[in-house]
């Protein structure tokens, strides 16, 4: 893959753009974007100046056109910090789950000891709607039971708290901006 995105050139909306996308860049999409969207991220949490309109909406603003009450306007800055904090923990929890995903071994942790996948041919066949035909089907398993285990729970959890940070990257997505 290769992206060039220039700045923007004297006051223009308009920038050169060049991206060109390889056959193997799309094999794991997911973890090609990851290693995009992480710094991407990293670099928008140090450089942001503000927090989306969700979390600023607090009250009692002094250039808003809709009267408070005054303990509104007391706690305002107060108020305001505490959004930011939440935004800072959401775009947190976004940045962690991507910084998984651009780790392509991540989920390694969970297999402990010596693990040894063999592929069995299984008796079952599949219809490939690309060649139009009956394949066979392969089994991973385990050949070292005895030396392998799996932290499935923990895997579970982990797997969990990434798509919770994919879920708010997408309930988001159009907040990330400086």
Do not use: C
Request: aromatic content about 14%; glycine content about 6%; proline content about 3%.
């Amino acid at each position: 893959m290769k992206v060039n995105i220039s700045p923007f050139k004297n006051g223009s909306s308009y920038r050169k753009v060049d991206i060109r996308i390889e056959d193997h860049d799309t094999h794991s999409l997911d973890h090609t974007l990851a290693m995009i969207i992480y710094p991407a991220l990293l670099q928008l949490r140090e450089a942001k100046h503000g927090i989306p309109i969700e979390f600023a909406d607090v009250g009692g603003e002094e250039y808003s056109t809709q009267d408070s009450f005054e303990f509104y306007k007391e706690t305002n800055a107060e108020s305001f910090d505490a959004a930011t904090k939440k935004w800072d923990d959401t775009l947190d929890k976004i940045i962690w789950a991507f910084q998984q995903l651009a780790d392509e071994d991540y989920d390694s942790k969970y297999h402990h000891g010596d693990v040894k996948f063999v592929w069995k041919k299984t008796n079952e066949l599949v219809y490939n709607p690309i060649t139009g035909k009956k394949e066979e089907t392969f089994e991973m398993l385990d050949s070292n039971p005895a030396e392998h285990w799996y932290d499935a729970e923990g895997h579970i959890l982990h797997e969990t708290r990434i798509q919770e940070g994919l879920s708010l990257f997408g309930k988001y997505f159009r907040s990330l901006w400086d």
